[in-house]
């Protein structure tokens, strides 16, 4: 199979798998864990919360679903497992260990977007939510690349397809 087909199959899989990782999230419920990070992420910052509300100076932030580091986690299970390589035992140790640095990493992206808001308001954290996702989904994305070639062996990308 030529390196575009592979490329359209992989495109393919990591479409299918998010779209049914995102669909998941949307429709279960998570609002035990949501209610989790909104009193640790309100503890920290001193601020007054009630289930997925935070009210910071006069502002409330709600913790969605999208909130959670769980469609972070999603985007790299996408990735992982609409590949061929590593083997299976591999993908799931590095889902699984990569799943546990990005809750832990969200919630410092919480915690940063969130006394953007206490800090300069609304609108500031608005930029700062943006901006720090799509870092996450660089990071997530790089940091995969990194150690699975490392731990496959792979010269390029073509390589894990």
């Known amino acids: 199979m030529g390196d575009k087909k592979k490329i359209a199959l992989f495109l393919a899989k990591f479409f299918a798998i998010f779209a049914v990782g995102e669909y998941l999230l949307q429709v279960a419920d998570i609002s035990f864990f949501q209610e989790g990070i909104t009193a640790f992420q309100a503890k920290l910052l001193g601020a007054g919360f009630e289930k997925i509300s935070i009210y910071l100076n006069g502002s409330t932030f709600l913790i969605t679903p999208s909130c959670t580091g769980l469609v972070s986690t999603i985007i790299l299970g996408a990735i992982i497992f ?4 590593p083997e299976f035992k591999q ?15 969200n919630q410092f992206r919480l915690y940063f977007v969130l006394l953007s808001g206490k800090i300069f308001g609304v609108q500031a954290a608005e930029l700062v939510h943006v ?31």
């Open 131 to 161: 901006a720090s996702w799509f870092a996450t989904t660089i990071a997530i994305i790089f940091a995969w690349y990194y150690f699975t070639k490392k731990k496959t062996g792979a010269k390029d990308f073509t390589g894990f397809l």
């Open 91 to 105: 993908k799931t140790a590095i889902f699984l260990a990569g799943t546990a640095l990005l809750m832990i990493a």
């Open 82 to 85: 609409s590949l061929k390589k």
